[in-house]
């Protein structure tokens, strides 16, 4: 039987009456279930306070980590590819930076058990390639003996692998005992070392307590005929406040054993990295002195043998006691108390003196004028 078109038309009025009211119902329902989301997080926010700004603040973080995560995943792979397209194979590199991290401080791990080995052994001084990378500064004396060695090695174990000893006293005070100067000159024997140092404001972030100096040193053989090979160094570094000072000591000089004939010069730049804050009682971030070692080359002999570069030389030069200077910018004024004190005692007696003769010229003034009344 066919459908006539009045009775089709009420059969789709009333589909569509049934779907809208489903869609009505659907969407009460999701109201109710907004305003009872609602109300639990607004009793939650009363019972906790800031609870619901952390948890958003800590999705918005993971989903910023997921992305940079993916970006670098993704980047990783791109140069994998690329490695890949021009050696024809994948480089043995880690596969994340993690892993570099966890790599490299393995053999970091590895290199300080090595050098606590070697400091703890027969021979005291070990290798250090930096020379004042991350450490104070200082000066101290120099270490001889079997009891010295022994401290130091004791405390180079307490420091992590770099041996330390105690401090100057007016260094740890701020109250520096001796003349402060930037540079200074030493003549040991044929050798004549001579060092200067200059603020590098480049490379310092004061407000962070890195101050970074730059110092050259210039060592001149004046023997007019030895000819003498650096083979070693030891500095004493000691930073202002500080109670103890670092021992920085290694082979060669800057990864470099020179070789002077009479009357040549070797010159080098290193830097200093200090972690200090200025003081308003001295103007210095930090005292350094040291010395070299070298060898005396027997005529005919290029260079030292594997004996004496293994006894790290018998004869060594001072490198004389100099500091580590603020700039201006950098100094911090002293504060005197006692002086502003004084000033202000000084301030109220003039005052009072001047307040005494005024009155006794008033009381002249007032004494004629009884006289004639």
């Keep these: ?28 329902a999701e109201r109710r279930k907004n305003m009872e989301k609602a109300q639990q997080q607004y009793e ?10 952390d948890r958003e603040a800590k999705e918005r973080r993971e989903r910023v980590m997921r992305r940079l995560m993916g970006e670098l995943e993704e980047d990783q792979k791109k140069k ?19 892993k570099s991290m966890e790599k490299a401080l393995q053999e970091a791990r590895e290199e300080m058990k090595k050098i606590r080995r070697k400091q703890l052994g027969k021979d005291v001084e070990g290798v250090d390639d930096d020379d004042t990378a991350g450490v104070g500064a200082g000066i101290g004396a120099k ?37 402060v100067e930037p540079s200074s000159s030493t003549l040991t024997g044929p050798l004549k070392v001579e060092v200067s140092s200059v603020y590098n404001n480049e490379q310092s972030d004061p407000p962070m307590r890195k101050h970074c100096f730059q110092y050259t040193i210039r060592i001149t053989n004046n ?7 650096l083979l070693g160094r030891r500095f004493e570094i000691q930073t202002v ?9 290694g082979e060669g000089v800057t990864g470099r054993t020179p070789i002077l004939k009479p009357g040549e010069v070797f010159e080098y730049t290193s830097t200093a990295p200090l972690s200090v804050r200025p003081i308003g009682t001295t103007i210095i971030a930090a005292r350094m002195k ?16 594997e004996e004496q570069i293994k006894d790290g030389g018998n004869e060594t ?47 002249k003034e007032e004494k004629p004028d009884k006289k004639k009344d």
């Excluded at 040291?290 to 043998?305: C, D, H, I, M």
């Design 44 to 53: 939650e926010d009363m019972r906790f306070p800031g609870l619901r700004e």
């Design 241 to 249: 406040g500080s109670s103890m000072k670092d021992v920085v000591q």
């Design 223 to 229: 023997s007019p005929t030895d000819t003498i090979q």
């Design 290 to 305: 040291g010395e070299y070692r070298y060898v005396v080359l027997k005529e005919g002999q290029e260079t030292a043998t």
């Design 143 to 179: 270490s001889g003996g079997s009891a010295a060695r022994a401290r130091e090695a004791a405390a180079a174990e307490a420091a992590g692998g770099r041996p330390r000893l105690p401090g100057d006293e007016d260094v740890t005070r701020g109250e520096i005992d001796i003349p």
């Design 1 to 28: 039987f066919g459908i006539s078109p009045r009775r089709a038309a009420s059969m789709l009025e009333d589909e569509i009456r049934a779907e809208r009211a489903a869609r009505g119902r659907a969407m009460m």
């Design 80 to 98: 994998r590819e690329r490695a890949k397209e021009i050696l024809g194979k994948l480089p043995e590199t880690p596969e994340s930076r993690t």
């Design 317 to 363: 030069a001072d490198l004389g006691t100099f500091h580590f200077i603020f700039p201006e910018d950098q100094r911090v004024k002293p504060f005197r108390a006692e002086e502003d004190d004084d000033e202000e005692e000084e301030e109220e007696e003039e005052e009072e003196e001047k307040d005494d003769s005024q009155s006794k010229e008033d009381k």
